[in-house]
């Protein structure tokens, strides 16, 4: 079960670990420099649950990084001197209404107690301007679990995943059209995955990556309206 304090504690006490353990993971980062060409100007962008920020590099300037984690913050701030940081809950997001042109929530939202993911994504919803874009990761499965020694810090984690077909619908009620999906290897792995390439208006996979062993799915949806 997650209780979010937990969750934080753990990320500020295993910033430097868990920026350590982080690979490239290829087929996310190419999802993520496909999002950030496809917003539109000014293309500000809220990386949601940023962490270290890992993917700040490769978002516009002036992108808003936004985590529970104190230490996680301190982290970009090192590495991103300029990056606008804000400790928050992105279950209630401290951000005016159309604020964004693009949200990014990379496993992230995992860390959110799942009874909190519709409104959550609604949350992203209401910070997005009307045609704005999100790119979010989910598991492929649902799973709730924990680990007590996570990364071999003797520092326990919690996690609730919905799942890619429950994301897809939480995504449509919040008003968003799921473009594309994208499979990909484990957060903190750099293998190769694969990616399911479909562009129809329900976000039906094509399934032409043959990716559906792979753990996470990503997905790059619209805001309607």
Same mark, same amino acid.
């Given at each position: ?17 868990y ?8 087929p996310?980062?190419?999802?993520l ?12 962008v ?5 962490g270290?920020g ?6 516009p ?48 939202? %995992?860390? &959110? @107690?799942? $009874?909190?993911?519709? *409104?959550?994504?609604? /949350? ?6 009307? !045609? ?49 999906? %994208?499979? &990909? @290897?484990? $957060?903190?792995?750099? *293998?190769?995955?694969? /990616? ?6 329900? !976000? ?22």
């Amino acid at each position: 079960m997650v209780e979010k304090n937990a969750v934080r504690r753990s990320y500020d006490a295993l910033a430097e670990a868990y920026a350590a353990a982080r690979g490239e993971n290829t087929p996310a980062l190419e999802a993520l420099d496909r999002f950030r060409d496809a917003l539109s100007e000014p293309k500000r962008v809220l990386d949601a649950g940023c962490g270290g920020g890992a993917f700040l590099g490769r978002l516009p300037p002036g992108t808003v990084g936004l985590d529970l984690s104190r230490e996680q913050l301190r982290l970009v701030a090192r590495e991103h001197p300029d990056a606008g940081l804000v400790q928050g809950d992105m279950t209630s997001l401290p951000f005016a209404v159309d604020a964004f042109d693009g949200v990014l929530a990379y496993w992230s939202l %995992i860390h &959110v @107690p799942l $009874a909190e993911h519709p *409104a959550t994504i609604a /949350e992203f919803a209401r910070v997005l301007r009307p !045609g704005g874009r999100l790119l979010l990761s989910e598991g492929t499965d649902r799973w709730v679990g924990e680990n007590p020694d996570w990364l071999g810090g003797d520092v326990g984690m919690a996690w609730e995943i919905a799942g890619e077909e429950a994301t897809r619908e939480q995504l449509r009620a919040a008003g968003f059209t799921v473009e594309r999906t %994208i499979g &990909v @290897p484990e $957060a903190l792995d750099d *293998a190769d995955g694969g /990616e399911d390439g479909s562009d129809d208006a329900d !976000g039906v996979d094509g399934a032409e990556g043959g990716d559906g062993d792979l753990p996470w799915r990503v997905f790059d949806a619209r805001l309607d309206g």
